[in-house]
């Protein structure tokens, strides 16, 4: 099976970073990712890590440590657009599953 | 990224009466589709995982009589909320991959509501 644990709420102020930490103990690994998502609405695609180390995309950061089953999510220079809830989901062995974290509801506040 | 695209977006049913939800991928061959439900609040929780011409497989304590899947063609596959109650009421996504792609593209969800 897999087991995904993420902070559930994290509060930053504007112009600031925060970073969200995923843990992740899975049957099977093939890769993890990160999705933004607003209420109501479905997730956007951030962020793909197969391969150790940091990925960096504008103002989103991911980096994936496989050996510690481990993945943080870096924003930076906030926006109030940023609030939202962000998920950390893994596939499973042959990428037949993606299983997604409970999400860290980030709050950006002025 | 590949689009998939989810209908309908809103729907409000008679509690008993049956709902059908389309997913389609409108520019790639899905081989594999994913269905989700997302209660206020919460993550998203794969109810099923459905392969092109094969039966769904169901996530443990996920229905398979009440949530009728069919995955018939490359590009469409859908869910059946048979029978809804009340507390069938939450947000429906489902999501696509094709047999080259490691990325799951997402519709853009349907929520249902039953009154």
């Known amino acids: 099976g897999q087991n995904i644990d993420q902070p559930t709420e994290m509060t930053a102020t504007e112009g600031a970073i925060v970073q969200i930490n995923c843990t992740y103990q899975t049957s099977g690994f093939n890769g993890l990712f990160w999705y933004q998502q607003h209420a109501g609405e479905a997730p956007t695609f951030l962020s793909y890590n197969v391969l150790d180390g940091l990925e960096e995309k504008g103002r989103f950061s991911s980096f994936l440590s496989r050996s510690k089953g481990y993945s943080y999510l870096l924003l930076k220079e906030l926006q109030m657009k940023d609030s939202a809830s962000y998920l950390c989901?893994?596939?499973?062995?042959?990428?037949?599953?993606?299983?997604f974290g409970g999400g860290t509801r980030v709050l950006v506040k002025p | 990224g590949a689009v998939v695209s989810q209908h309908p977006s809103r729907v409000i049913c008679k509690s008993g009466t049956s709902v059908k939800i389309e997913c389609r991928s409108l520019?790639?061959?899905?081989?594999?589709m994913f269905w989700y439900r997302q209660f206020p609040k919460q993550s998203l929780m794969l109810m099923a995982t459905?392969?092109?011409?094969?039966?769904?497989?169901?996530e443990q304590g996920v229905e398979k009589d009440k949530f009728l899947i069919n995955h018939a063609s490359l590009t469409l596959s859908t869910l059946t909320v048979t029978s809804a109650h009340p507390e069938d009421s939450s947000f429906y996504i489902c999501s696509a991959r094709d047999a080259r792609n490691t990325e799951a593209f997402f519709g853009q969800g349907t929520r249902l509501t039953v009154v």
């Open positions: 520019d790639f061959q899905a081989t594999t």
């Open positions: 459905s392969n092109e011409g094969s039966k769904a497989t169901y």
């Open positions: 989901a893994t596939w499973g062995a042959a990428g037949n599953k993606l299983t």
